[in-house]
């Protein structure tokens, strides 16, 4: 049975600043580390490996954009819940993380359980795992779909083989956990 995420986060984690304590350049940080995006609540969710995203400011408020197909089970997840988050593992445990939470659907398996880490809920209702390094927390502010139409560069239609075009949500940064040191 898949695990639910009903458990708190650990005394490990602290809140931080996103402004002065998210650290390395955010274009490394995403398209290198990677980080999953998750969404849902206590009683289910769903979280995949994205390497595509954005971190910035926005309508006078920190935000950050994902980007999800709709093929994907994360969708559902993301399109329901009035939250996400983007959370960044440490080098001891990212390549099994994502192998699994990038490579399998959570449709088929209970991800976290074969990835061997713990979903946990944070106080604002967002799901992180408690073996993480650090988890930003997002309220979605507006989405949109990519339309073929407005592209610019021909290369970028050559991602969409299928016409799969992917929904981007802009959320407001609401809390940024990191573990301690
Ligand atoms: C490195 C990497 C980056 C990825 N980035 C994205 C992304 O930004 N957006 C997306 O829709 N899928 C992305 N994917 C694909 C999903 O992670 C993958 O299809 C996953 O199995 C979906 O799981 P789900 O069906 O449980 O949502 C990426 C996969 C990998 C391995």
Redesign the pocket.
Known sequence: MKQKPAVSPSPAWREAAIEVDFEGGIIRRISRD?ALIAAGDGGDY????????ALGYLWERPIAI????PQ????GFTDANDLFSITFFGADVKAKV?KI???????DID?ASKAEVTPIVFKEGAIGFEEAAETIVCKKIYFDDFNPANFLDSAIEKLYPQQDY?RFYIGQIVKFYQKKE
């Open positions: 990677w769903n979280a995949m490996t994205a390497s595509w995203g994902c980007f999800v197909r994907r089970f994360t969708r994502h939470f990038g490579g399998e659907s959570g449709r991800k992917h």
